[in-house]
Every structure is written in C-alpha cells, then in structure tokens.
C-alpha cells in the first residue's frame, strides 16, 4: 500500500514535470482571425495604401512568438476580411463558436483578431450574446502587417495577456488596443488614422495593460454576456434595422423608404440629444403606427440620448438610445425584436445593457 503511494506520488510528479515542460499546466487561449488590418498586407514598410485582411492566423500567431510564454495557444481562420464586409451572417457564426469553445473546461479565453472599423460593433454584439464569463478579448492594428513598427503583434500580446488572466473574468467582452483596455459597451473608433483611436467616450478605460499584465481600473455596469436575456443559439437570421442619419433640412424620404422597403425596427440618428426635424418626426411616427419600433439615437458622439428631453417619448411611443450610438442601438434594437416590439420593454433593454 506504501508503495502504491509512493508510486503514486512519483507519477504525479513526473506528469506535472512534464506538463510544465511541454506549456500543457498554462492557459489555453483560442485565436481566432477574422482579418482587418492586422492581417493587412502594404506595398512596401513605408506606405499607407494596404489591402485588409490577407494575412492567415498561422502568421499572424508567429509574429508574436512570445504569446507562448503566456498560454497554450490555438489559432482558427473564420473569415479574412476586411471588417467592413462583416456582416450579421459572420457574427452569429462568431458567436457560436465563442460559446462553443468557452463551454469547453479546458478553454480558458479567446481572442479575436479583426478590423478596427467595425471592431465595437462586433464586440458589442458578443457582449449580449456570449454564455459565458470567460474572457472574451477583440484585437485589431492601425497599420498593416508590413509596415514599419506594425502595432498588430503587440495588440496580439496583450490581448492575450489579458484573456489568460483570471482578472479578466466576469468583466464582459472587452477590446486591447494601444497598451488599453475597453468594455464592448462604450468602445468607440474615435481617429480615421491614429494608432490611440479607440476611446471609451462616456465611462473611461476598463483598465491599461502594465509589464504585459492586465491592470483592472473599473468594471462595466452594464448587464453583459452571463447576465443577458438575448440568445443566438438557435437563430439563423437577425431583424432587419435600419439607421437613418439626421442633418440640417433632412427630409423625411429615408425614414418612408425604410419603412416601404420592409424594416423591423428604426433608429434615428438625431441631432443634440437625438432630436428628429418635424418632417421625420412625423415619419417616425407614422413607422410605429405601421408596427415598427422606432429608437431615437444621436449622431452627437458622446452623452445619452435621453427620453422625453424635446420630444415626447411617450406620445409616439418611441423608445431613447441612452448611451449607445447608433450602430449598437441598431444590435441592441434587433436582439431586442427577437423578444418585443413594445417600446417600453426595449426601453428598459436600453437603460439595462
Ligand atoms: C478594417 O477594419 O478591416 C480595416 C481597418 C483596420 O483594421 O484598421
């Protein structure tokens, strides 16, 4: 018996040796490439012009080589694109695979390497949808792969940094850009061309990377991924949402034209505090008489879009952005459809996420 115990414990250690050795007692963290800048290829390492979203995730992984001092890492190719092109059919094929790979035990985060264009609202979208309080980390560049001081494989590393801490937990889908980290909720692209774009406008940064830890600095107050109501695990296709922009002298033809062409749902890209002129107010009431809901949002960039301020929200039964912009009350607004056309439930949907 002695000697089974001790054969025992001479087995375990040998095994914990020999996992040390070959990295199998560190984090697992999935990348999984979608394309972007990051996987940009330019004309030479100094010009501007590139094309998005060539590079494969193989190399995108080998251009950070010391992500292996950090986890145990595997890479998927989902798609390769530039993040203009993603569309609602490429987030829902995200997002089950991300609950897919985070129900696994041994999965500890994933990483999603992507464009910066759209990066906040594929970000965002996981932020409702995923089960799980697992890290969830979206990481892009500003300049392609090929040029000079490319930011790509550092952005790399600190998302996976971030993604292998158990700091990370529980804090919703979060963005690394630029030694920063965001939450889904408030990240927004704030510069066409300057590596520091992304700004968490109204709440501030979640926290900063230091010496390649994650430092943690507030939390999301937000409802978010295991505390949301929405779920994509059987939908093939999202409700239709339209954005209509708001200006000087705007008439209201796109606002009856969403409407003619058949959308679920409207948000209106106000001016201020999400105000519609009287010709789209009168459109956009006419759209909620005809069933479609109608969020009032604003093309102002930071701040809520609060209710019954200059319009009457009641009377019209519109419901307010608060601090989402447009293109997330257009996700939160087709998630919301999936459940309610009553703009007093989505309301609350827009004050709770
Ligand atoms: C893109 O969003 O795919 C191009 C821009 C970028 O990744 O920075």
């Known amino acids: 018996m002695i000697m089974n115990k001790r054969f025992l414990f001479s087995c375990l250690l040998i095994g914990s040796i020999a996992a040390n050795l070959c990295g199998q007692d560190k ?11 990051i996987a940009g290829i330019g004309a030479s390492e100094t010009s501007s012009g590139y094309i998005a979203g060539v590079v494969s995730v193989d190399k995108i992984i080998q251009s950070a080589p010391e992500i292996l001092q950090l986890a145990q890492i595997k890479g ?5 694109i530039p993040s203009q092109d993603m569309s609602e059919a490429d987030w829902l094929i995200i997002a089950k695979r991300v609950n ?21 609202e594929t970000a965002f ?22 040029e000079i001081s490319a930011d790509g494989p550092m952005n790399v590393y600190e998302a996976v940094a971030v993604a292998a801490s158990p700091l990370s937990i529980g804090k919703g889908v979060m963005i690394v850009m630029d030694d920063k980290i965001l939450s889904a909720d408030d990240a927004m692209k704030t510069m066409t061309t300057a590596l520091e774009t992304f700004k968490c406008p109204n709440f501030g940064f979640l926290g900063y990377l230091w010496d390649s830890k994650p430092i943690f600095t507030r939390n999301s107050l937000v409802k978010h991924t295991i505390h949301s109501e929405f779920d994509v695990a059987d939908v ?17 033809l796109f606002v009856a034209t969403a409407v003619r062409k058949g959308v679920n749902g409207i948000v209106y890209a106000g001016v201020g505090n999400g105000n519609p002129n009287t010709a789209n107010l009168n459109a956009l009431a006419d759209a909620v008489k005809h069933g479609i809901p109608v969020v009032r949002s604003a093309r102002t960039p930071f701040g809520p879009t609060t209710q019954h301020d200059e319009v009457d929200d ?39 996420y």
């Open 27 to 37: 984090p697992r963290v999935y990348i999984l490439a979608t394309g972007g800048t």
């Open 76 to 80: 998927e190719q989902v798609v390769n």
């Open 100 to 120: 897919q790979l985070l129900s696994q035990a041994d999965v500890t985060g994933i990483v999603i390497t992507h464009g910066t264009d759209t990066m906040e």
């Open 125 to 146: 979208f996981l932020n409702l949808v995923v089960k799980s309080d697992k890290p969830v980390v979206l990481a892009g560049a500003m300049r392609p792969s090929t």
């Open 236 to 252: 093939d296709i999202l409700p239709k949402v339209a954005i209509v922009y708001g200006y000087a002298g705007i008439d209201s």
């Open 314 to 352: 009641d009377k019209y039964r519109f419901s307010a952005s608060w601090f989402k912009t447009p293109e997330k009350s257009r996700i939160l607004l087709m998630l919301a459809l999936m459940k309610t056309k009553d703009y007093k439930e989505i309301q609350r949907m827009f004050v709770e």
